[in-house]
């Protein structure tokens, strides 16, 4: 059975590699989303363990695209831990999901009940319609996979790569005080390409985009000395 391993950690990557290799797999590994399609272009892959941090976009890209075009199962392997991570996951057709920092002989067993359960499924590759991840807080409704953000009666609000970016990284870590530098970390894991007090500037614009008022926030607050926090509940679709 021939894996795809997909993840920007060279250190899993090889413990990915090693460990499946000796327990009778082949297996080729890819650094990000660019040469993780190129090996799927190339040889048969029998099953996706994908990351969902990669340098060159989301991971959930890459699920929702190979669960449109293929039936090879995808497993999600990656730090995030929210339930919103998760959730979406699956939505987008993930087979399972597991978390950072992880047993390697827990994974296998992942790997082989997955294998299991779809070596008679037949499935169809579902159409992409189907696959949009959606979240919804406050009067907002924010699609994660078109990267699409909706106010009441359908109003669409434009939203720059950055700006995208950090709300994301905020819907899938609600009630969470989260740090500049995190901010910071999390929106350029996103794509965007994010400079340290420029965090305070994007929040500013969000901020007149989604509040009802700007000056008086109820949505993403300032935690004075500690950053900020995004006190809306948030559901999926």
């Not at 021939?2 to 950690?9: F, G, K, N, P, S």
């Not at 831990?81 to 978390?99: H, K, S």
Request: include cysteine; proline fraction near 5%.
């Amino acid at each position: 059975m021939h894996i795809l391993a997909v993840d920007d950690d060279e250190p899993i990557r090889e413990l990915l590699a090693s460990y499946l290799a000796g327990e009778g797999y082949r297996v080729t590994t890819a650094q990000d989303t660019a040469s993780a399609r190129q090996a799927l272009d190339g040889e048969p892959v029998d099953l996706v363990v994908c990351d969902l941090r990669l340098p060159d976009g989301d991971g959930l890209g890459l699920v929702r695209q190979i669960r449109t075009e293929s039936q090879i199962p995808v497993i999600i392997l990656s730090s995030k831990d929210q339930d919103v991570d998760r959730i979406v996951g699956l939505e987008l057709g993930a087979d399972d999901y597991l978390t950072k920092p992880f047993n390697p002989r827990e994974l296998l067993a992942r790997i082989k009940a997955v294998l299991r359960r779809v070596s008679n499924d037949a499935r169809p590759p579902r159409n992409a319609d189907e696959l949009r991840a959606v979240v919804q807080f406050a009067n907002w409704e924010l699609d994660l996979t078109a990267q699409r953000l909706r106010g009441q009666e359908g109003r669409e609000v434009e939203l720059t790569k950055a700006e995208f970016g950090l709300l994301a990284a905020f819907v899938k870590r609600p009630q969470r005080v989260l740090t500049r530098d995190q901010l910071l970390d999390l929106t350029r894991v996103d794509g965007a390409e994010v400079f340290d007090r420029s965090i305070d500037v994007l929040i500013l614009r969000l901020r007149r985009k989604i509040e009802t008022n700007p000056k008086e926030p109820r949505i993403i607050k300032t935690e004075r000395g500690a950053g900020y926090v995004f006190d809306a509940k948030v559901r999926t679709v």
